[in-house]
């Protein structure tokens, strides 16, 4: 007599596991709550580089075709404000986030701006980054592990597109792409790293953006900024030098655009993730020899490499 054989379970990182879009939020500044997502779950998790920054939010958004879009929200600098950009554990928010089940993440953020015709108000969807963080961790890797991901393209162009259409259907004033130079702090710029940054070409100036982007891929979510921009930085000779009151009134404005973006993405994410790929960016990526990963590198990574091992 022939007996059926049970399918095994795929594995958590595998394509099998992540055939479904879920849409990740991390919210910067103002946006510690989204009021589209009042009615989810709170989810506590622990991970193997320590604890999130708070609890996620795990509810649906409706989509234009009547079924529901799966979202997960995380409050990048806790509730109530309480890290510095240099305080957050990145790696555990990010690892959290996939533990969840998230493939593509939107990372919402208050940015300066570097030119004069991204006027505080307007809405950024960077392309490139400039990294000026100094004292973060930047990889998942190490401690017995070496992998190399591309990064020539940090953010993840067909999704970034999609965020962006979003925003204008939001009734935003849109620009697509431009630098992001994403700075230690917590203090804000010199006049003359200011003008410095303008003179690389960066468009606008954050502090959050690295390491998260680059952990993004790692754990291969695709990954798109959604920059608020709230002021001048302090090189315009013509605007009030940045304070934390102007940047804070300006987000509270920015913050109902933001959470309408948000639903407008939603409504409009491809189902699957054929439709909407997502990086596979650790493919190839890894150096060290498998036989050499041993049993404690193996679980750590797990949800990062573990496919591929």
């Given at each position: 007599?022939?007996?059926?054989?049970?399918?095994?379970?795929?594995?958590?990182?595998?394509?099998?596991?992540?055939?479904?879009?879920?849409?990740?939020?991390?919210?910067?500044?103002?946006?510690?709550?989204?009021?589209?997502?009042?009615?989810?779950?709170?989810?506590?998790?622990?991970?193997?580089?320590?604890?999130?920054?708070?609890?996620?939010?795990?509810?649906?958004?409706?989509?234009?075709?009547?079924?529901?879009?799966?979202?997960?929200?995380?409050?990048?600098?806790?509730?109530?404000?309480?890290?510095?950009?240099?305080?957050?554990?990145?790696?555990?928010?990010?690892?959290?986030?996939?533990?969840?089940?998230?493939?593509?993440?939107?990372?919402?953020?208050?940015?300066?701006?570097?030119?004069?015709?991204?006027?505080?108000?307007?809405?950024?969807?960077?392309?490139?980054?400039?990294?000026?963080?100094?004292?973060?961790?930047?990889?998942?890797?190490?401690?017995?592990?070496?992998?190399?991901?591309?990064?020539?393209?940090?953010?993840?162009?067909?999704?970034?597109?999609?965020?962006?259409?979003?925003?204008?259907?939001?009734?935003?004033?849109?620009?697509?792409?431009?630098?992001?130079?994403?700075?230690?702090?917590?203090?804000?710029?010199?006049?003359?790293?200011?003008?410095?940054?303008?003179?690389?070409?960066?468009?606008?100036?954050?502090?959050?953006?690295?390491?998260?982007?680059?952990?993004?891929?790692?754990?291969e979510l695709g990954y798109a900024v959604l920059a608020l921009a709230t002021d001048y930085d302090?090189?315009?000779?013509?605007?009030?030098?940045?304070?934390?009151?102007?940047?804070?009134?300006?987000?509270?404005?920015?913050?109902?655009?933001?959470?309408?973006?948000?639903?407008?993405?939603?409504?409009?994410?491809?189902?699957?993730?054929?439709?909407?790929?997502?990086?596979?960016?650790?493919?190839?990526?890894?150096?060290?020899?498998?036989?050499?990963?041993?049993?404690?590198?193996?679980?750590?990574l797990d949800l990062i490499i573990g496919h591929y091992l």
């Amino acid at each position: 007599m022939l007996r059926a054989t049970p399918m095994a379970t795929p594995h958590p990182a595998s394509k099998l596991a992540r055939e479904r879009v879920v849409l990740g939020i991390v919210g910067g500044s103002g946006l510690y709550r989204m009021d589209a997502l009042a009615h989810g779950r709170t989810v506590e998790l622990d991970t193997p580089f320590g604890r999130p920054s708070a609890p996620y939010t795990v509810a649906e958004l409706p989509r234009q075709d009547g079924s529901a879009q799966p979202v997960v929200f995380l409050p990048r600098h806790g509730h109530g404000h309480r890290l510095l950009p240099s305080e957050i554990d990145y790696r555990a928010n990010i690892h959290g986030l996939k533990q969840l089940g998230v493939t593509h993440l939107l990372s919402v953020s208050a940015v300066g701006s570097l030119r004069e015709v991204i006027v505080p108000g307007h809405v950024v969807f960077p392309d490139q980054f400039i990294d000026r963080t100094r004292t973060r961790v930047q990889s998942f890797f190490g401690d017995g592990v070496v992998a190399h991901v591309q990064f020539g393209e940090p953010t993840t162009p067909q999704f970034r597109a999609l965020a962006r259409d979003a925003a204008v259907r939001a009734g935003a004033t849109v620009h697509d792409g431009g630098t992001l130079v994403v700075m230690e702090g917590p203090a804000f710029s010199t006049k003359a790293e200011s003008h410095l940054y303008r003179s690389w070409g960066g468009a606008i100036i954050g502090m959050t953006a690295l390491p998260e982007a680059k952990l993004a891929r790692e754990a291969e979510l695709g990954y798109a900024v959604l920059a608020l921009a709230t002021d001048y930085d302090c090189w315009h000779e013509a605007e009030a030098e940045v304070s934390v009151d102007l940047v804070m009134a300006i987000v509270a404005r920015n913050v109902e655009l933001a959470q309408r973006t948000i639903v407008e993405l939603a409504a409009k994410l491809p189902a699957t993730t054929a439709e909407l790929p997502y990086p596979n960016a650790c493919e190839f990526a890894i150096m060290t020899d498998r036989a050499a990963i041993g049993p404690a590198a193996r679980a750590r990574l797990d949800l990062i490499i573990g496919h591929y091992l």
